[in-house]
């Protein structure tokens, strides 16, 4: 099914926002600094405004640009589709394309419901059949550093989990005259700081220790109700007009606890209203013999703490995450020489090519992005409630 | 009825251990730094056993040693007694105290029960109309940088109040043969984490935002239930008795959600299990004008994000609270030459003897220890019932 | 001189290890993040070994490989020749490129010896009398933390300069066993720390503060004299060889002191032998109203510390530099999502263009590359007369 | 010699200014949480001014004021004499009190000159054969952290010592309206920054890597040379007088480098200019097999990178110096509840008892104090030369 020379892989991406920026560059990327046995082609890009995409495709590095993202697969060109539009399109294109044979990369969260996830997942399964791939892309797994503590974890270095505090805290909309976005959006985004940056936490407590939640109890509140429509609609932000405005319909922030499968208790916080905190996903997991914290605004560092070393030099490791002996090491720059927010959609283009040259299942599957969806799902439900207990199955 | 010069302050302590010898260091130390209106002498240290409380008495400071508590009551030389006992005594002898004439300083939790803690408050509002004086020792209150972050708040510095996260992390019994303690039965201390340590978040996060709890739902958990006895009972930790073991019967660790009454949300954590963790106590404040943060492993440092500020300059600062213009500051060293975890015992007496010279009634009050302690029986009563929703009054 | 479309420039790179990967991927993403008035097309790269750089330009993402540099002088197609060789060649491509009408951008140290550095700076001057264009690639200074150091210092807002210390600490040679290196090669290199890391740190630390040094002392120091050959010479580290050794020709570690114009004091370091520091540049400024301080570990961040404000809640603001207000702001990603060390070889990129496009000097030129040059040459003298004191003209 | 009971030592303090306090309050300390061979008794201060002295002495805790130091000297009921006044007195208290037979604590800088010094130091040793002891305060040695940063040298954990680098930045008088105080007065204080503050940072550097320094090269500088009187001296800082100014005759700030006697480089600094720096005293120290960092703004961390371990987790440790098994640790609170800036203080106290009463000599001896007043020198030799080279013996 892939195109081009045997060891090429031509790709179309659908959305050119600041996903498709992100993802374009990882695209391009990849194949100089790794060795790939599946090298990706950027052979189009797909959006609604003929002369937006036209321009999106000049400037993100892609040969064509297409109107409508149906024309991506019936090209004989196209052997993946990259979805990196909002939430409300992820089901009906990623279901399309695994229709019609082409391997499907969809940013997360993977639905705004848990019934278009599970649509996401039959028709990914089915596919997978056929040797067909999904992913999903829960991108920071592939940070070295959370890559580096998902390893000590399954090496036992910490031993049983205990505790997980999973943050993600931002300032992005504090301010209440930050103009409205697709992402305050319900119809749009599905959910607000719980699906947007919640669903990232969720997944790496959950990746990083190996475990899922059983349930959850969580509170959601929306802070500021009505905000300035945007006047343009470029970048993350968007500039206010002054005249109109708009309802938010989503939550700013989340607050959650969670049990683990093996026993620990997990406790979870997602906000766009954390003042100074610019992209802060806090992780920090405590074990038995051992505990680890990531905080993503030091995204190159990792600390450790192993409690079989003896009390008097006992400490946090500050490890920085750039040693050949890493994850991801040594492809890039000498020790020191940090990475940046970019490089873990590399990483993910790495991992999935590798995986598809090899007919391996990619991971985090669309199974994985529906357990994610879950456990959103099964907080909002307990915030319906006033805040009880909810099991997950 | 302070007795001796009519500037002076007589004490009797009940209890030597941890708390015991803090609290002599401070009852010692405050007149030598601070001008005191009212000047505080050690008169006699109570217990139960004979020796055991000369010792105490010779090796902390006090002039005398009495056997039985009730005995400091009726010496007209003690006008305060300074209870410093388990959570189990503390109602039976700060009533008496307070019933006899005595101002009574009480360490935290205020009692092992909300049933308890309202009685004590009752004897608290019946003898201040009486003029005799009681407080709790919530003491991380007078750290200075707790002391500054209440500042702030107070001064509007960052608006209204829309997150708190509040831990209070250490690893004392991360190990699963560190030995019993009485801190781990439930029949002394009330409870294990929630009580002993989460008593001091819930109390940080009301005093520091101004605001009460108005609901909590929560989980607490024991990860370890057998331990070795303890062969000797000195220090808080206790030598391993590698026969014996006993029954831990109280929680190891407690996740807790709040609402706060400003409408907020909070999150709080209280462990005994998080390995690298030694004591902290972190507390977090978003509000819509600004941010506070706070670590007492760090306890001079105060973080403040002023989003006033243009934003190409904005960020953490990084206080050093030790300035002459910084809460207790000026009374110690010069700048940058750091106070420890006593020191807020000392700063405890000096506010205590200037409200008790002024007629005033002293903060934290008993009603302020019976709100923490009715936030941690709501949490016990959530956790006991999976994990539900719990209003408070 | 340019070629192809009007506002596309042909570059030529000459070397392509290390720095030579860097250098590519920042010709490809510029443009891909910023609005170029003039395109950077990667024409050619040349090396000497035809294998070896039809290799690296397939990997690097060049359209031809040349052996031999010369011939990129006679290409209509490339305008700029841009020198990532070993410091021994610079001089001799660089002039001879500027001689046959090509724009130059040269690696650090611009050269090695003094005299060299002389000569290139009289063709430098020779060609930007007839609009071609010579830069040295002191990168750091477009880590947005540095650049926003210098704007706070150019605005006046830590005043006069009384402190620098800057320092360059990495531990890559540590390891006695760590093979032999063209770095380590007096020949090839020119000198070790001091050239390689120490002239960085000797160029932020006049770049930041606007001023120059006037004179310095210093000591060199070789730690270990003989190493392993390494059995290949790939990546920065290489692999060592059992059997043979080498000598190790210039300096591991270098400290200096040195005046500002502006009447302050300045102490350098370099060092390879830091352990556990991996490129720790850390620069620290303090003024006559302020101070600022960065640590290349933390590239995101700097840290700035006003002192006209109030002393209660005056200290180090830790800004996050990513939002839109910075140097180099909104072209990548959200607030909080870091950039990583190949950035500021993009940032290079984009300012070197449009420069070009406006026929302005770009910074640092080859001159300010001769400076730092000035400096290194008076540390040794000073080191090798016995740490004596050197003035600068 | 001691008096009183047979374990007990009386003491005399001279000067009650902040170093007077800080000492007060260790003598105060010391038995209460140490189990002391030999207990102080806090029999007098001496001072010039009988009522200053009579209050100094109430509110530090003496029994007994004396006017003049001499009569401390004639007293039965004093053992041992502590020196905290200015540095142009120390000499003169010093000698003549070991002369008649009374053990000395002093203060540092020993004394205001080599010369003084050395007089010291043969006063010292002769009283030493006679059984008496002399002793000097630098008291950082006894931080734990520091202390355990020793142990760790000495048990080869960082292998042969490469680099020094010791800071020691202040603001105290950044602002040139700080007033005038004896500190910047050259006859009091002999010199400034280098002698007041760098002298503490030369010990530690010595102390810790038990090494000493073969030669160095400086420079100092003044910034202000005339500032207000200050109206009244109390305190650290006193007031400004708006009339009158005065002349300042040391150096705000130092910088210098050396030799170590094992081959090491070492870069110092010590300034009173520094914004934003309260107490930062920094030591790090790169050793063949490891490192170490300390600064006093977290006095109770300590940072040890291994190189021994494997690459993938290696990273400075952040040791929380607070655990049983840690220098002076297990004596006062449970880990992590830090200790300050006083403690120092008592550990010298008890380390000081402890070697009294076993007849061993105290360190820092006089002539540990004099190696240091000789870098001292050779700095001022240096600076005052141009900032050449200058061996130390």
């Given at each position: 099914m892939s195109t081009g020379k045997s060891n090429e892989l031509g790709v179309g991406m659908v959305g050119y926002a600041f996903m498709g920026a992100a993802h374009s560059q990882a695209w391009r990327t990849a194949p100089r600094f790794f060795d790939l046995p599946l090298v990706p082609r950027m052979r189009a890009v797909a959006g609604r405004d003929a002369s937006a995409v036209r321009a999106a495709a000049e400037r993100l590095g892609w040969d064509d640009a297409v109107v409508g993202w149906r024309d991506l697969l019936t090209r004989d060109d196209v052997g993946l589709v990259d979805v990196c539009t909002p939430g409300d399109a992820h089901a009906e294109i990623a279901v399309a394309a695994l229709e019609s044979g082409k391997h499907v990369m969809c940013e997360k969260p993977l639905a705004n419901s848990v019934a278009e996830a599970e649509t996401m997942v039959a028709a990914a399964e089915a596919a997978a059949a056929r040797g067909v791939r999904a992913m999903v892309g829960f991108t920071y797994r592939r940070v070295p550093a959370i890559a580096l503590a998902r390893q000590l974890v399954e090496q036992g270095r910490i031993g049983q989990v205990r505790h997980v505090r999973a943050q993600y805290l931002q300032d992005w909309i504090a301010d209440p005259q930050a103009p409205m976005s697709w992402r305050l959006d319900k119809q749009k985004a599905g959910s607000g700081a719980l699906g947007d940056i919640g669903a990232h936490v969720v997944d790496l407590a959950q990746y990083v220790t190996g475990e899922s939640l059983t349930g959850v109890s969580g509170l959601l509140e929306t802070f500021v109700h009505e905000r300035p429509e945007a006047a343009s609609s470029s970048g993350l932000s968007g500039v206010a007009d002054a005249g109109r405005t708009a309802r938010v319909t989503v939550d700013d922030a989340a607050v959650f606890l969670g049990r683990l499968s093996g026993g620990g208790l997990a406790s979870f916080e997602a906000t766009?209203?954390?003042?100074?905190?610019?992209?802060?996903?806090r992780l920090e997991v405590n074990g038995s013999k051992g505990s680890l914290a990531f905080d993503f605004e030091d995204m190159n560092l990792l600390h450790f703490f192993d409690?079989?070393?003896?009390?008097?030099?006992?400490g946090f490791r500050r490890i920085v995450v750039t040693e050949p002996e890493h994850p991801y090491g040594g492809h890039w720059w000498p020790p020191g020489h940090g990475l940046g927010y970019e490089h873990a959609f590399t990483h993910q283009v790495v991992d999935l090519m590798g995986d598809l040259a090899a007919g391996r299942q990619p991971t985090p599957s669309f199974r994985d992005g529906l357990e994610v969806q879950r456990v959103l799902d099964a907080v909002e439900r307990s915030a319906a409630a006033g805040g009880g207990w909810v099991p997950l199955p």
């Open positions: 766009r209203f954390a003042w100074g905190r610019k992209n802060a996903i409690a079989t070393e003896e009390a008097a030099t006992a």
